[in-house]
């Protein structure tokens, strides 16, 4: 079977298609969604489940490859309303997108094309699992100093409440 560069999983039913949203500060999958198409739908569930999660502050910019259901129109009027500037990989530039490219390569190689899945269900359960409590809360990132995404954060919320509670004193 190929593996394509997207993130497809191929199901005994047929394909399942995932959206994520990353945080490039500390790599964590911060949103992300699940289904039998991939259409804007889709994109503005992840987007809307990251924004469950985080509330963004204005100006947050939010990148993108420059796939149709992340230029329709519902998706960037989502953004606009967030105050959320949007960024795009140039055409044919995947570079632009390694983050999220590397997140996909990493479930891929390390979840996906190690089973075979018998339903979507199936599958969204691994994939969930696989990110909630594997890749946010175990993997280890060199990026981040071999921590997880969530140890990341944490160290950095403590460092700077030490710093401010230090200035305070």
């Not at 809360?137 to 509670?165: I, N, W």
């Amino acid at each position: 079977m190929p593996r394509p560069t997207h993130p497809y999983v191929w199901t005994a039913e047929g394909w399942l298609y995932l959206a994520a949203i990353l945080d490039l500060f500390s790599r964590r999958v911060v949103g992300h969604a699940m289904s039998e198409r991939i259409d804007r739908a889709l994109v503005l569930e992840a987007l809307r489940n990251a924004v469950g999660r985080r509330v963004p502050n204005d100006g947050l910019v939010h990148h993108s490859d420059r796939g149709s259901q992340y230029a329709s129109g519902d998706y960037q009027h989502a953004l606009d309303d967030l105050d959320v500037v949007c960024s795009m990989s140039r055409k044919g530039n995947c570079w632009d997108n390694a983050v999220a490219e590397s997140f996909f390569a990493t479930l891929k190689t390390e979840l996906v094309y190690t089973r075979r899945f018998a339903t979507r269900a199936e599958a969204r359960e691994a994939i969930f699992d696989f990110i909630e409590v594997f890749y946010n809360r175990r993997r280890r990132h060199s990026t981040l100093g071999y921590v997880s995404p969530v140890d990341f954060e944490m160290r950095f919320v403590e460092k700077k409440m030490s710093v401010e509670y230090n200035k305070a004193a």
